[in-house]
């Protein structure tokens, strides 16, 4: 009760607030829909309730601000439905789409009662801001600085962002170790937060260091293990794009999501859908290497054999030239010695016949003399075909010893090359058995989601939830202008049907 304090109506601070509380009770009767960012939840695990801190701006300065609540129950139930729609959990710093109701208590002052969260408002705010720093970095025209550096031949020295516990991380370096074909990478971690209100300032940091080092390192990978477009919003930011796209290295992001392309993916080099395409797509740079060194040797294996095959014929000729002449040669000279044995014949007779005195000895010394000339000639002879036969078969074994090397070496690379293709198909085989499991376990999930939407708008869950409807002469009631004073109202709740008649009907326009 006021009471009189020096002429002064005075009214104590209970007073006062319950006033306010009852106006404003009796003003606010009905829910509306608010639109706000939410600068920063307020959960309490111990309890479950919310406190968040509302606020609106304009040109970057707050405008507005107020408290709300969001009680245990609702929150439980919008938290699920961000989980099944977003894919991430209902956070701070993201813009909502919430139904409330004015609430006031005397010891908590003002504040929003929220009772829903739209998500599918959040995710289109997300967007706007996604284009706006698109058309941005477009306007600078700085777009395409970063795709139009180049990839060194074999990028093997890789500088990750990534968290050191992530399984996108850990994808990566499975891929990366275990390749079938033995090529070895150098990566380094610089640890970073990839999601939250932190991230932009945490993974610019890690840019910062790596530029610093940037001789050391052939790209840098920005790796992180999948999640929803909540989780996203770091990566529409324009810092961070921008940075990127201005980047002296290359960078190849695996953010891990298939949908809804992120600005600092499309500014990057290269941008991979998952963590395992991105070491996909580095294996296979060492493939498009490989591939024509591969091929080179190939040529140059059938080059080798087809030169061999016309060195050898070439020697064959040679032998066959060499057997030729020694033959002429052999001919010609006892041709030659047959005619010098005619000729000493003859010169014999010719004395004999002129001096038939002349002494045995004489003859016999002539016919000494042509014997040793005979076996001199004879000895040259078979001394030259000695030396040929020797060379010959010297040549014979060299090209022999050749041509055993290069059938160890053409049976080494066949197997080599076996044993690749055998690697590469159980990859291959892994590769798909892998992707299989994931789509149908994303399947299960989606439809999982699907199905508790579906349970959450069932009509016989809305009334347990306390919603009731209420139908004049059979048909639904939407506005007052469908009931008149004295008819008879039956209204259906979740355990049953209630029967009542209208008293009075008072028309509001408050929301």
Not at 421 to 450: D, T, Y
Request: charged share 20%.
């Amino acid at each position: 009760m006021a009471e009189l304090v020096n002429d002064r109506t005075v009214f104590s601070l209970a007073e006062v607030t319950k006033s306010i509380q009852k106006t404003l009770a009796e003003r606010y009767t009905s829910t509306f829909w608010v639109k706000a960012e939410m600068n920063k939840l307020n959960l309490y695990p111990q309890s479950g309730h919310c406190y968040p801190d509302l606020v609106e701006k304009s040109e970057g300065k707050i405008v507005a601000e107020i408290r709300s609540t969001i009680w245990k129950d609702d929150y439980q139930r919008i938290n699920d439905n961000f989980l099944n729609i977003l894919h991430e959990p209902l956070k701070s710093g993201i813009n909502i789409l919430f139904c409330a109701r004015v609430s006031f208590s005397p010891l908590h002052g003002l504040s929003l009662s929220i009772l829903d969260i739209d998500p599918s408002y959040s995710l289109g705010e997300l967007e706007k801001e996604k284009q706006q720093t698109l058309d941005r970095i477009r306007k600078e025209g700085i777009y395409n600085n970063n795709k139009s550096l180049t990839l060194p031949l074999l990028p093997k020295r890789i500088a990750i962002i990534s968290v050191q516990t992530s399984k996108g991380f850990s994808d990566f370096r499975k891929v990366i170790e275990e390749n079938g074909w033995g090529y070895r990478f150098f990566y380094m971690l610089f640890p970073s937060l990839l999601q939250g209100e932190h991230a932009v300032e945490s993974i610019l940091k890690q840019l910062f260091r790596i530029k610093k080092v940037l001789h050391y390192f052939d790209a840098v990978a920005i790796i992180r293990g999948g999640g929803g477009d909540v989780g996203l919003t770091c990566y529409n930011n324009y810092e961070l794009a921008r940075e990127i796209a201005m980047y002296p290295l290359p960078v190849i992001t695996g953010i891990g999501h298939s949908t809804n392309e992120t600005v600092a993916e499309m500014v990057a080099f290269r941008n991979a859908i998952t963590p395992t395409e991105l070491a996909d797509f580095l294996i296979q740079q060492f493939h498009n290497v490989s591939v024509p060194v591969q091929k080179a040797q190939e040529l140059i294996s059938r080059r080798f054999l087809s030169l061999l095959k016309d060195e050898k014929l070439r020697l064959l000729n040679t032998v066959r030239y060499f057997k030729s002449v020694t033959a002429s040669s052999l001919g010609t000279s006892l041709n030659n010695l047959a005619h010098e044995l005619k000729a000493l014949d003859r010169q014999t007779g010719y004395f004999m016949n002129r001096n038939l005195q002349l002494h045995n000895s004489v003859i016999s010394a002539l016919q000494t003399n042509v014997k040793r000339q005979i076996g001199d000639r004879n000895r040259q002879l078979e001394g030259m075909g000695q030396f040929f036969k020797r060379d010959v078969m010297a040549i014979l074994n060299h090209e022999k010893w050749l041509i055993q090397g290069n059938i160890s070496v053409v049976q080494k690379t066949a197997e080599h090359l076996l044993l690749t293709h055998l690697q590469q198909v159980a990859a291959k085989k892994s590769n798909l058995i892998s992707h299989a499991g994931r789509f149908i376990s994303g399947s299960s999930v989606s439809l999982a989601a699907m199905n508790r939407q579906i349970e959450l708008i069932d009509p016989a869950n809305v009334l347990k939830r306390g919603y009731s409807i209420t139908m004049v002469n059979g048909k639904v009631i939407t506005s007052v202008s469908d009931v008149e004073a004295g008819a008879t109202l039956k209204t259906v709740v979740a355990d049953g049907v209630l029967t009542s008649v209208t008293s009075s009907i008072i028309k509001t326009d408050q929301p």
